[in-house]
DNA sequence: ACGCTGACTATTA
DNA sequence: CTAATAGCCAGCG
């Protein structure tokens, strides 16, 4: 019984339809549980809601992860590399490792230290 | 309305 | 080993 979804304000939404807003919503909800500490990927992500192949989609709902409520933690979310590609995307582009050095993941050259052992499948979670 | 771009990933050369 | 290509889908010019 989800009452109220975090509208995301995209212009593709519509008032009788809710196909591609469901799918951000989605992305959203998962990227909130990741525990802190942990980190996921895209592509994880894209798994868990079935459609593993448009990992692109899901970078592009990040996109407007900071316009939904509450702010989703999209600085725990970095590429397969465990490299941090979206670290340009953030207000200041360092506000990313930042954020994860602060929560306990080590951070060397724009990369997830020990990604692997860090790693959070949202699919192990569910 | 058509085409390019993009916070990705997997496959092939 | 690294480099290039294809598949994905929505936003924007």
Redesign the pocket.
């Known amino acids: 019984m989800p009452a109220r979804e975090p509208k995301v304000k995209?212009?593709?939404v519509k008032p009788s339809g809710e196909?591609?807003d469901n799918?951000f919503s989605l992305v959203f909800e998962v990227a909130r549980q990741i525990p802190k500490g942990r980190v996921t990927?895209?592509?994880?992500i894209?798994a868990a809601l079935g459609?593993?192949?448009?990992?692109?989609?899901?970078?592009?709902a990040?996109?407007g992860?900071?316009r939904v409520k509450p702010k989703v933690p999209?600085?725990r979310?970095?590429?397969?590399?465990g490299m941090l590609?979206?670290k340009?995307?953030?207000d200041p582009p360092g506000m990313?490792e930042k954020l994860l050095k602060k929560e306990g993941v080590k951070v060397k050259n724009d990369q997830v230290v020990d990604f692997k052992n860090l790693f959070w499948d949202p699919l192990e979670s569910l």
């Open positions: 995209l212009r593709t196909s591609d799918f990927s895209y592509g994880a894209a459609t593993k192949s448009s990992a692109r989609m899901v970078g592009w990040m996109n992860c900071h999209a600085h979310v970095v590429n397969r590399n590609t979206g340009f995307h953030f990313m």
